[in-house]
């Protein structure tokens, strides 16, 4: 199976976290034995407008003169808005079966109704293959454009990877730690997070917390962190790589996942539910579709942050048994969810076409 690329999000040495899901899918079914034969992408962030136009123009340059030369049967493509041209380019004047992996900034950063959202509604139809990360994400496109018959697949961002994710069977038992692992951002939910650190405390409990991640609000996270009276139970590791993540997963007895934004995935989730920890997410976006309330972990209220102590309370106050049966049921949900299971499941899906 050969496989032209197109992404206009790709890692570079200085951006390794920009579009690293593009690059994770490609890895996957690479190991798979699929070619790729070229990879036209844009790596790198840009903050000159001038060089991101630039890039832009070699990008598209680049990928239509590929469509001349090229016999590959599959063009992948990630994210519509910016590859709207591509995707008639490629309809129009090739043979090739269209796949298009549809994100959430797509949906969420193009207003409803406006010219863009028209011409995507009508570049989808052209596609052969639309894959979107999750459940809820295919309800908000069906519900967004009311195409009844695109050609769906769900393909979880490349999964998780249980191998590496994984519970640690040498834990040791004190206190309870709550972590909280995301961009430090408007809408990420940090503050209701730190609000729940501190109720929890103040109702007698015995709780630490472990936050990663930077952003553009860190500095009023720490504002919030040094006037809590808590403050010495707050371990704040600001941006950390995977390996770092999984020591945090491990070692946090839940992890809170407060984000008000429609997260189309949420592979924080999944990853922290692959190495033991509860998860208690607000019941919105990506969570709500692989978090059974009570049973894998905790759904709580969108617009009540009391609802999250309270969860947390009510599990912190259950048997052992019952939290072993929760962490149990847990990491069997991100087994379904695996890296491994996904992409094997993704190149049976791109031989059919």
Known sequence: MKIILLSNMYPSKKDALFGVFVKKTVL?????????????????????????VFSYLIYYFKAICSSFSSKDNIIYIHFLTHNIPLVYWYFWFTNSKIVLNLHGSDINKVAKGSFIDRIQKK??????????????????????YSIDDLNFYIYPSGGVNTSLFKPNVNKKQGNYTLAFVSRIDKGKGWETFIQAFNKLNESGLDVSALIAGDGYERENLMKVIQISKYSNKVDYKGFQEVEGLVK??????????????????????????????????RNIGGPSSYIQNGINGFLFDINNDENLTEKLIEYFNLPVSEKNLLQKNARNTALEYSSEKVSKQLFTKLKQL
């Open 28 to 52: 996957q079914l690479e190991s798979l034995g699929v070619q790729f034969s070229k990879k036209v992408v844009i790596k790198g962030k840009s903050n000159s407008k001038v060089k991101k």
């Open 248 to 281: 945090i997963y491990q070692e946090a007895d839940v992890f809170i996942f407060p984000t008000r934004l429609p997260e189309s995935l949420g592979l924080v989730g999944l990853e922290a539910m692959s190495s033991g920890s509860v998860v208690f997410a």
């Open 123 to 144: 570049a989808l139809k052209k596609v052969n293959l639309l894959i979107v990360p999750s459940g809820y994400f295919k309800s908000i496109v069906q519900k967004r």
